[in-house]
């Protein structure tokens, strides 16, 4: 099976416009984020799917420069950007992960996707394998591991407006459809950890994270930063306040 990572990327974010492409440590956002994602081995390819509107050229080359393919599709309908990245790119088995996450772990998505196959080689199986339906991930570690044929048919049948701009909730909404499962984390006392890219504050944490663990180790994994949180307890201070923003909205 060919196993696809679907990177979506877009510069007219409504809370933080340009977040993708704002630099740490040297780097954007979605230098970061792809090379982080890279770092899996059961990965065949990595797609950075982004918008046909002309603000997105920046991702565009960016994306070129850390040599990845591209997928050009729907600004709002981003179910169908992925129904027809995937579908350009031949994936049976579809991984998404959104370009606001800079701290992805990439044993997070090594053990998501090796939960998959390993779930559907034996008795159990599954149609669509989350860790965030039930939060015990720190937000910014979301990852969400499908089959081609699922992602087809909620592309096929979805019609709400916030169930084709989030991609997936026609998915776990109808457990009656697919088999729908999620991985929990042995670390849920984490789970209220806000690591994502969302507004000017998460931008200052993710910046903090990085100059205090990127020049000593490029590839720092999520136990790196519980550590240095445990160590610093005040830098949560930082975005805690955050309100993350509810489908629909």
Not at 15 to 40: M, N, Q
Not at 94 to 99: E, L, N, Q
Not at 180 to 208: C, I, K, P, S
């Amino acid at each position: 099976m060919k196993i696809v990572a679907i990177v979506q990327a877009r510069m007219s974010s409504t809370r933080f416009p340009g977040k993708v492409l704002k630099t740490i440590c040297g780097k954007s956002v979605l230098a970061h984020v792809v090379e982080r994602v890279r770092d899996c081995s059961l990965l065949d390819q990595i797609v950075v799917a982004t918008t046909i509107g002309d603000e997105d050229d920046v991702i565009v080359e960016e994306a070129n420069r850390l040599k990845t393919e591209i997928y050009r599709g729907s600004r709002e309908n981003v179910l169908s950007r992925y129904y027809y990245a995937a579908k350009q790119f031949q994936a049976d088995v579809v991984v998404r992960i959104t370009s606001d996450c800079p701290l992805f772990d990439s044993q997070v998505l090594t053990e998501m996707i090796g939960t998959f196959l390993k779930k559907n080689s034996g008795l159990e199986s599954v149609d669509y394998l989350s860790n965030t339906l039930e939060r015990s991930y720190p937000r910014g570690l979301d990852c969400e591991v499908f089959y081609f044929s699922t992602l087809e048919k909620a592309f096929l049948e979805a019609n709400k407006e916030y169930e084709k701009e989030h991609v997936t909730p026609y998915i776990y909404q109808h457990p009656e459809l697919f088999r729908v499962q999620q991985l929990v984390n042995g670390h849920a006392e984490y789970a209220d950890y806000r690591w994502t890219l969302d507004t000017a504050e998460d931008f200052r944490f993710v910046e903090v994270i990085y100059l205090a663990l990127w020049q000593k180790k490029h590839n720092f994994r999520s136990l790196d930063i519980y550590r240095l949180i445990e160590k610093n307890p005040f830098l949560l201070e930082v975005n805690s306040h955050i309100r993350q923003k509810k489908l629909g909205e």
